[in-house]
C-alpha cells in the first residue's frame, strides 16, 4: 500500500498562472473525465483495507498517477464543478452555491466564462457530458450551450428524484425514466458515447450522481456491506460506489476491446469530501467531511491514466481542480479561446511526467451558503502550512466570524488536530493576509457586471 499522507513545500505568492501552449508530440489524447459525487478518498479500496470493493478504480490507481495531496476546488458540489470547467476560482465564475432551487443566480457558470468543453470542441474533439452537471438551470446555462455537443444527465439535485425513478435531459429534450438503475443508466450512457465515437477524438466528462443523496442501491449488494457490520446507510453507500464502480470496470474493458486504451486519458476524481447527513465513514482520519474546508471536506481522490505516456505511480505535489484547465490543455495541444479570462491554475503535465513533485503556488477555499462571508470557513495552503478560518454554520451566517483563524502544519499534523497559531503569530499574520488580498481579488471579479 502506497503512503497516504504526505506534503511538498510550496513558497507563497499571489497571481495568475499562465497556460503553456505547448502541443503535444503525440496525437492527442481522448479524455474522459469521471467525477464521483461526494465520494471519499477512504472509499477506495486499494487504500482503505478491503472495507469497499472497487477493483476498477483500484486499476486505475495501479495503472495511472495517484495525487496523494488533491484537492476539490470547493467544500461542495456546484462551486468544485465551475472549477473544473474553467480553470478559476469559483467565485470568480458566479458559482457559489449549491441549491439551484433556492438560490438558482447563485449555481449559474456566468455567460462570458470559457469552459474546457468550449476548448475541446474548438479543437476537434466530439464533447459529451452525461449526469450532473449542476453549474446553471435553464436554456441559457444548458450544457448544450456550454460547449458539450452531447447532453444526457440532469442539472442537479432535482425534487422527489431516486436511483430508481429520475428525470433525464436528453440532447435538451426531458424524459422520466423508472425501469433503471440511474448509476448504471449513466454508465451504459457512457459506453454508448465511446462506441459511437470511437473513430474521432472525444472528450468525455461521465459525472456520477453516486453516492450522494438521496441513498438507494441493489438490495444484494447492499445486504453485503450490512453483513460486515455497517449500518444501513453506510451499507447503502458503499453498495452505491460498488454499482459505480462496475460501470466503471466496464468502461475500462471496452476501452481495451476498442484498442483506445493507449489513446485515452482517463481521468477519477470526486467534487468534495464524503457527506456528513448520513454518518461518519472510514476517511483516513481526516477531519471534517462536506461543507467544511478542513481535508475531510475538500481532500479527494484524484487518478490520472493514459498508458505508455505516463508510469504508474504516486505524486505528492499538491493537485487542484483549477489545474485541470491547463493540464488539459497542454496534454490535448488546444487552444484557449481569446475571450477566456485568466486561468488561477496551473498545468500538472510536469509532475505526471515525473519531471517534478511539488507545486508552487498557494491554493485558497471558502465556502459558505448564499453570498460569500469570507470570514467563515475559509482556508489557504501553502506548502506545509494550512490557514483556516473555521467553518461556523452550515445555514447562511448571521454576520462576520469572529472566531480565530487556526494553523495547521500538515507534514507532522495531516489530521489537523493541533492549532499552532500562538506559536507562530508571524506566519498567521502573513497566510491571513494571503487569504484577505484573494478575497477581495475574487469578490470584485464575482462582483463585475
Not at 499522507?5 to 503553456?20: A, E, H
Not at 449549491?98 to 470559457?114: A, K, Y
Not at 428524484?161 to 435538451?172: H, I
Not at 484547465?325 to 490535448?332: A, I, K, R, Y
Request: neutral net charge; proline residues 8%; charged residues 25%.
Amino acid at each position: 500500500m502506497r503512503p497516504f499522507l504526505c506534503w511538498p513545500v510550496m513558497g507563497l505568492c499571489l497571481g495568475v498562472l499562465p497556460i503553456r501552449a505547448a502541443a503535444p508530440a503525440a496525437p492527442p489524447p481522448n479524455v474522459i473525465l469521471i467525477v464521483a459525487d461526494d465520494f471519499a478518498v477512504g472509499d477506495v479500496a486499494a487504500f482503505n483495507g478491503g472495507r469497499t470493493r472497487t477493483p476498477a478504480i483500484d486499476r486505475l490507481a495501479a495503472e495511472g498517477v495517484w495525487f496523494h495531496a488533491a484537492y476539490s476546488a470547493s467544500a461542495v458540489c456546484a462551486p468544485a464543478r465551475a472549477a473544473i470547467y474553467t480553470g478559476r476560482y469559483p467565485h470568480r465564475t458566479g458559482v457559489v452555491s449549491l441549491d439551484l432551487n433556492r438560490e438558482p443566480e447563485l449555481t449559474r457558470l456566468r455567460l462570458d466564462e470559457v469552459t474546457i468543453a468550449d476548448a475541446f470542441r474548438a479543437g476537434g474533439y466530439v464533447t459529451g457530458l452525461i449526469g450532473k452537471w449542476h453549474t446553471g438551470a435553464g436554456e441559457q446555462w444548458h450544457p448544450l450551450r456550454r460547449g458539450f455537443a452531447e447532453f444526457e444527465g440532469f442539472s442537479g439535485s432535482e425534487p422527489k428524484m431516486t436511483y430508481f425513478a429520475y428525470p433525464l435531459d436528453v440532447q435538451g429534450r426531458r424524459i422520466e425514466v423508472a425501469d433503471k438503475y440511474l448509476t448504471d443508466d449513466l454508465s451504459a450512457r457512457a459506453l454508448g458515447f465511446v462506441r459511437r465515437h470511437r473513430d474521432r477524438p472525444f472528450f468525455l466528462n461521465l459525472c456520477h450522481y453516486a453516492p450522494h443523496r438521496p441513498l438507494g442501491a441493489p438490495a444484494d449488494v447492499v445486504a453485503r456491506y450490512r453483513a460486515q457490520g455497517h449500518d444501513e446507510k453506510i451499507a447503502t453507500i458503499y453498495a452505491m460506489n460498488e454499482v459505480m464502480d462496475r460501470g466503471l470496470g466496464e468502461l475500462l474493458a471496452e476501452l481495451d476491446r476498442l484498442d483506445l486504451t493507449s489513446r485515452t486519458l482517463v481521468i477519477f476524481t470526486s467534487d468534495n469530501g464524503p457527506d456528513p447527513i448520513p454518518g461518519p465513514r472510514f476517511n483516513h482520519g481526516l477531519r471534517g467531511m462536506k461543507y467544511e474546508v478542513h481535508e475531510g471536506g475538500i481532500r479527494v481522490p484524484l487518478i490520472f491514466r493514459w498508458t505508455g505516456r505516463f508510469a504508474p505511480g504516486s505524486r505528492q505535489a499538491v493537485a487542484h481542480f483549477i489545474d485541470f484547465f491547463p493540464t488539459l490543455v497542454e496534454l490535448c495541444g488546444l487552444r484557449v479561446p481569446l475571450a477566456a479570462r485568466p486561468r488561477d491554475g496551473a498545468s500538472l503535465v510536469p509532475v505526471l511526467a515525473g519531471e517534478r513533485d511539488r507545486t508552487d503556488t498557494p491554493r485558497f477555499w471558502q465556502w459558505n451558503r448564499a453570498n460569500p462571508d469570507y470570514t467563515h470557513n475559509a482556508a489557504v495552503r501553502d506548502g506545509p502550512w494550512k490557514l483556516v478560518r473555521p467553518f461556523v454554520t452550515r445555514n447562511v451566517p448571521e454576520g462576520a466570524s469572529t472566531a480565530a483563524p487556526m494553523l495547521y502544519h500538515l507534514p507532522t499534523d495531516p489530521f489537523e488536530t493541533t492549532d499552532v497559531a500562538a506559536q507562530h503569530p508571524e506566519r498567521v499574520a502573513r497566510l491571513r493576509a494571503a487569504l484577505d488580498a484573494w478575497s477581495s481579488e475574487i469578490e470584485r471579479e464575482r462582483q463585475r457586471p
